[in-house]
């Protein structure tokens, strides 16, 4: 444990978390099957926070990133982002809030931009939906295109951009309009690491300066250094946290704590390597030991009567 330097860093120390996700389900119903995307998701991200949530696929990742941009509806269970509460809120608000409120960043480039415009057009877009002043969508698109690392490439259609720069024009698109989350799913899926890390520091610095809030969907592992916490997610709900502490004592060295979920009900996930290393299977025996908890695998005669 590291309290040593008496600061928190754990989202839910201050104020109430601007996303707080709670029992969160979704299950999708095709013809003859049901599969349960999320079950019994918990998350608080606070606001301002820059984080990272990772996880194989098929974990459910793109479903609660979808939740949390208004593109889907989950099944049951609790989902707020500021003031709004996802589940009740009516259609007319869910367009003003994907519109305003949120940013979102694809994977696949192509998604992210229209091909016959320049990456300055692609940036007024948002804000001419929005019916801004052409001058003032035009001085905002070159602020943020300047922000992102782009000011020389205002002219270039998406095309004659490299992926990586097409990836840092989506994220200046998905802030036109100012929104106070973004969100990213496998924003660098489709680049080099080098390329990769490079969108990740855009992303990290328009956190800083700006204040946007950011949750990014990824499988790089090289996210643990750019972002202040990273949460594995397995099944359909959050399994375990890495938190980042910065010692400002010493410079700008880093380390990182791991810690497990604990959902409302007590439920934790014990990591699968363990699981496997100690050969635990359907049960398992949990006693408290003084300051900590001990979990041992089912010993054979464990549970029979004597
Ligand atoms: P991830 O992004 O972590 O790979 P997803 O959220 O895309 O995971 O998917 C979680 C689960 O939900 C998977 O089993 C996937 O097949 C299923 N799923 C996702 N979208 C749909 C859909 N539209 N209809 C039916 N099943 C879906
Ligand atoms: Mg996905």
């Given at each position: 444990m590291r309290t040593q330097s008496g600061r928190i860093d754990r989202p839910e120390a201050a104020e109430p978390p601007y996303i707080h996700c709670e029992d969160l389900f979704k299950i999708y119903k095709t013809d003859d099957l049901e599969v349960v995307?999320?079950?019994?998701?918990?998350?608080?991200?606070?606001?301002?926070?820059m984080m990272a949530i990772v996880g194989?696929?098929?974990?459910g990742k793109s479903t609660l990133l979808?939740?949390?941009?208004?593109?889907?509806?989950?099944?049951?269970?609790?989902?707020?982002?500021?003031?709004?509460?996802?589940?009740?809120?009516?259609?007319?608000?869910?367009?003003?809030y994907r519109r305003v409120e949120v940013g979102f960043v694809w994977q696949q480039t192509g998604r992210n931009l229209i091909p016959y415009l320049t990456a300055e057009q692609?940036?007024?877009?948002?804000?001419?939906?929005?019916?801004?002043?052409?001058?003032?969508?035009?001085?905002?698109?070159?602020?943020?295109?300047?922000?992102?690392?782009?000011?020389?490439?205002?002219?270039?259609?998406?095309?004659?951009?490299?992926?990586?720069?097409?990836?840092?024009?989506?994220?200046?698109?998905?802030?036109?309009?100012d929104?106070?989350?973004?969100?990213?799913?496998?924003?660098?899926?489709?680049?080099?690491?080098?390329?990769?890390?490079?969108?990740?520091?855009?992303?990290?610095?328009?956190?800083?300066?700006?204040g946007v809030t950011i949750v990014i969907v990824t499988h790089d592992r090289q996210i643990t250094q750019r972002v202040d916490r990273v949460v594995a997610m397995r099944d359909g709900r959050t399994s375990t946290e890495l938190v980042r502490h910065v010692q400002f004592a010493?410079?700008?060295?880093?380390?990182?704590?791991?810690?497990?979920?604990?959902?409302?009900?007590?439920?934790?996930?014990?990591?699968?390597?363990?699981?496997?290393?100690?050969?635990?299977g359907a049960r398992a025996r949990i006693e408290l030991a003084g300051d900590h908890v001990e979990v041992r695998p089912e010993r054979p005669g464990d549970g029979r009567r004597a």
């Amino acid at each position: 444990m590291r309290t040593q330097s008496g600061r928190i860093d754990r989202p839910e120390a201050a104020e109430p978390p601007y996303i707080h996700c709670e029992d969160l389900f979704k299950i999708y119903k095709t013809d003859d099957l049901e599969v349960v995307a999320l079950r019994g998701l918990d998350l608080r991200v606070a606001r301002g926070e820059m984080m990272a949530i990772v996880g194989a696929s098929g974990s459910g990742k793109s479903t609660l990133l979808n939740i949390l941009a208004g593109l889907d509806q989950p099944s049951a269970g609790r989902v707020t982002v500021g003031e709004r509460d996802l589940l009740t809120t009516d259609e007319a608000d869910l367009v003003r809030y994907r519109r305003v409120e949120v940013g979102f960043v694809w994977q696949q480039t192509g998604r992210n931009l229209i091909p016959y415009l320049t990456a300055e057009q692609n940036v007024e877009v948002p804000m001419i939906l929005e019916g801004r002043p052409r001058g003032e969508t035009r001085e905002r698109a070159r602020m943020l295109l300047d922000q992102v690392g782009l000011g020389e490439k205002l002219a270039n259609k998406p095309q004659e951009m490299s992926g990586g720069e097409q990836q840092r024009t989506a994220i200046a698109v998905a802030l036109a309009n100012d929104p106070p989350l973004l969100l990213a799913d496998e924003p660098t899926g489709e680049l080099d690491s080098t390329t990769a890390d490079e969108v990740f520091a855009v992303l990290r610095r328009l956190n800083r300066d700006l204040g946007v809030t950011i949750v990014i969907v990824t499988h790089d592992r090289q996210i643990t250094q750019r972002v202040d916490r990273v949460v594995a997610m397995r099944d359909g709900r959050t399994s375990t946290e890495l938190v980042r502490h910065v010692q400002f004592a010493r410079g700008t060295e880093a380390s990182i704590d791991e810690f497990a979920v604990v959902d409302r009900s007590g439920r934790l996930q014990i990591p699968r390597d363990y699981l496997d290393q100690l050969d635990i299977g359907a049960r398992a025996r949990i006693e408290l030991a003084g300051d900590h908890v001990e979990v041992r695998p089912e010993r054979p005669g464990d549970g029979r009567r004597a």
